[in-house]
């Protein structure tokens, strides 16, 4: 099973052969481009989950491009790697400060290279299984969250909505299965963790 995909941005055309047979052997899905024209290109057509770029690339250097896809809303948060044989530490902040996540000098190890692609997708894996998903609360439900917050026992929430106790109550449990917690208490907390209320 494949780790994730990675895209190799690399005018050398040997060092970007050594880095796919690397990836694809660590599992890596690998596509290649020459040139910052042709990253653009291919970038959406793969939907890559790490990005490595070289910086002195033909028609758009990897600066610029790190550029553009930090701008674009559907690639913004993507892992980007600078490999450049600019060593120099203005070029390595210059790299950072446009949006890159690491920067790589050659010559390189590609077995270095390998481990932290590693370690950028685990970072972004458990950036997204720290996020909690959670079913949408109705207007109803978010009345009655925001009440509970309030302090309010379930009988003056019923007098408050002109419902019923039992109506109340089913709700609670609607509300507490959504936020995916047993109490009114863990409801109140998750509902503040996710800026519910």
Do not use: W
């Amino acid at each position: 099973m494949s780790k994730g995909k990675v895209l190799i941005a690399e005018n050398e055309e040997r060092i970007r052969k050594l880095l796919n047979i690397y990836l694809e052997k660590n599992d890596y899905l690998v596509a290649e481009a020459k040139d910052g024209e042709e990253v653009l290109q291919l970038l959406n057509k793969m939907r890559p989950d790490v990005l490595v770029l070289d910086i002195l690339m033909p028609k758009l250097t990897g600066i610029e491009v790190c550029k553009i896809v930090r701008k674009d809303p559907i690639n913004q948060n993507l892992p980007i790697m600078f490999l450049s044989s600019l060593n120099e530490k203005a070029f390595i902040i210059e790299g950072l400060e446009a949006g890159g996540d690491d920067y790589l000098t050659k010559p390189f190890d590609p077995n270095e290279l390998v481990a932290r692609v590693n370690a950028m997708l685990r970072r972004l894996k458990k950036n997204v299984d720290d996020r909690f998903i959670y079913e949408a609360l109705t207007s109803q439900e978010m009345n009655i969250l925001l009440l509970m917050e309030r302090g309010y026992t379930n009988k003056e929430i019923a007098h408050k909505l002109f419902l019923t106790e039992g109506t109340v109550k089913v709700y609670n449990h609607n509300i507490y299965q959504k936020l995916q917690v047993k109490n009114r208490t863990q409801a109140i907390v998750r509902a503040k963790e996710v800026a519910l209320i």
